[in-house]
């Protein structure tokens, strides 16, 4: 069975602080990590496709890491702000897996004004 | 250019009752997924598109789960005899083509079995 996780489940911040959440994954047979930003009544919305190892990428504030080997992935908001509100997701590719993703359940971030 | 759609966004089915739910995914994508998402769960992958062919079905949870693109555009997930346990969001990805390209997401239908 394959397993994603992510954590924390939910998150409460206040607007400015930097905050970062961490999703895990089997390293076999990786293949390909996305995250997915998913707000209320809205379409999620991809941030990153990460595929090697080591890989960092960034998107206006928010960031991610890629560890393949220990199967890890951080993400990364720095000055949180209140429309950064969402459930954040990840989602990895199996080797073989046809492009299916695999999802974890979730981060919920609330940022406060 | 268009996004993913959807439709209907909500559905309200009695148990029993057959739905049919609509994807219109990214003009020119190859590839097109369905995926179900509980309460308090993430999204589970459904079944799998190339073109017309439909090459992964393994997520779909039973006989009464079945979709169709017959012309590799346009998609259907249809849910007959509707039970309590299928109330769900039901999402629609598409994507160009390629292990690692990511995948556009629709807004979702939001199925409740009553």
Not at chain 1, 13 to 23: I, L, P, R, Y
Not at chain 2, 31 to 38: D, M
Request: aromatic share 12%; hydrophobic share 30%.
């Amino acid at each position: 069975i394959l397993n994603v996780e992510q954590s924390p489940q939910s998150l409460h911040v206040q607007e400015g602080d930097s905050t970062n959440f961490t999703c895990s994954f089997p390293s076999s047979n990786f293949y390909a990590l996305h995250w997915y930003r998913w707000e209320t009544a809205k379409s999620p919305e991809a941030l990153f496709v990460m595929t090697l190892n080591g890989d960092e990428k960034k998107k206006g504030r928010i960031s991610a890491t890629l560890n393949t080997k220990e199967g890890y992935s951080y993400l990364y908001i720095k000055g949180s702000q209140p429309e950064d509100s969402a459930t954040y997701l990840c989602a990895f590719i199996l080797r073989t897996g046809f492009q299916k993703l695999v999802f974890g359940t979730g981060t919920r971030l609330l940022v406060s004004p | 250019g268009a996004g993913v759609s959807q439709s209907p966004r909500y559905k309200v089915a009695k148990r029993g009752q057959d739905v049919a739910l609509r994807c219109d995914p990214i003009s020119g994508h190859v590839s097109l997924f369905w995926y179900q998402q509980a309460l308090g769960q993430g999204p589970e992958f459904l079944t799998y598109f190339q073109n017309e062919a439909q090459l992964d079905k393994s997520g779909l949870p039973s006989d009464r789960f079945f979709a169709e693109r017959p012309e590799g555009s346009v998609s259907t997930l249809k849910i007959q005899r509707t039970q309590q346990e299928d109330s769900a969001v039901y999402l629609c990805a598409s994507s160009r083509r390629g292990e690692s390209e990511t995948q556009y997401f629709g807004p979702g239908t939001r199925l409740l079995v009553l």
